[in-house]
């Protein structure tokens, strides 16, 4: 059962450092898109994608980068990680054939950075 | 930015109880989601409306999409402890281009 997969689960970085959060899945949905999770704020859109090749900025771009080369992937990158970054990150994927916009979330990443 | 107020922020209830919240916008939407956060997992999808004035059910839970289409509501029966979690409205942006607006969440918690 795996659907939406993200890795690592946790990590902790340094101010200054740069890392890569994946996402992947295996349901050929078309759209996918990168959240960020601050107590007390919901889900903040970070960046998203329509398919393969395109993408965009959400709410709250600036300090990320996203490429999406195939469907299934769509990797999340902190340039230069700053203790404003620390949060919970959610990958979610939805399959805009079906007319339906339940968006599939992953379990998260939580992100400390000290 | 558009957003969506989501109330209450917390509730804590004893079990066998009733619960109601709901979500108001200053923008229309033509579809509205209700989520529930387990602690330490992703949002899973609870409802979703697709028309105004629509009432749907999934067990004990009821949501109704406002037929303003600035509001929606979500109301649990009967609450039993596997209730606890964090509940989010959310709505579309734009016409399904992958981008999802939040509500803050209702954080419930349910006394056995």
């Known amino acids: 059962n795996a659907g939406v997969t993200q890795t690592p689960k946790f990590q902790v970085l340094k101010t200054g450092q740069s890392m890569t959060l994946q996402c992947a899945q295996d349901m050929n949905h078309e759209y996918m898109s990168w959240y960020r999770q601050d107590p007390g704020m919901g889900l903040r859109l970070i960046h998203y994608s329509v398919g393969a090749g395109i993408t965009d900025q959400g709410e709250v771009p600036n300090g990320y980068n996203v490429s999406r080369s195939t469907t299934e992937d769509f990797p999340l990158r902190l340039l230069s990680a700053a203790p404003s970054q620390t949060s919970v990150y959610f990958c979610a994927t939805n399959d805009p054939g079906t007319g339906r916009y339940g968006y599939t979330f992953g379990s998260g990443t939580r992100l400390t950075v000290v | 930015g558009q957003q969506l107020n989501q109330s209450p922020q917390s509730m804590f209830i004893q079990e066998g109880e009733d619960v109601s919240m709901n979500c108001t916008s200053s923008?229309?939407?033509?579809?509205w989601l209700w989520y529930k956060q387990d602690p330490g997992e992703g949002p899973v999808l609870l409802i979703a409306l697709y028309k105004a004035g629509e009432l749907t059910s999934n067990g004990r839970l009821t949501a109704q999409f406002g037929i303003t289409r600035k509001d929606s509501f979500l109301n649990i029966s009967a609450s039993i402890p596997s209730d606890v979690g964090i509940y989010f409205c959310a709505v579309h942006g734009s016409s399904n281009t992958g981008k999802l607006i939040f509500g803050q969440g209702t954080t419930l918690q349910v006394k056995p």
């Open positions: 923008s229309i939407f033509n579809t």
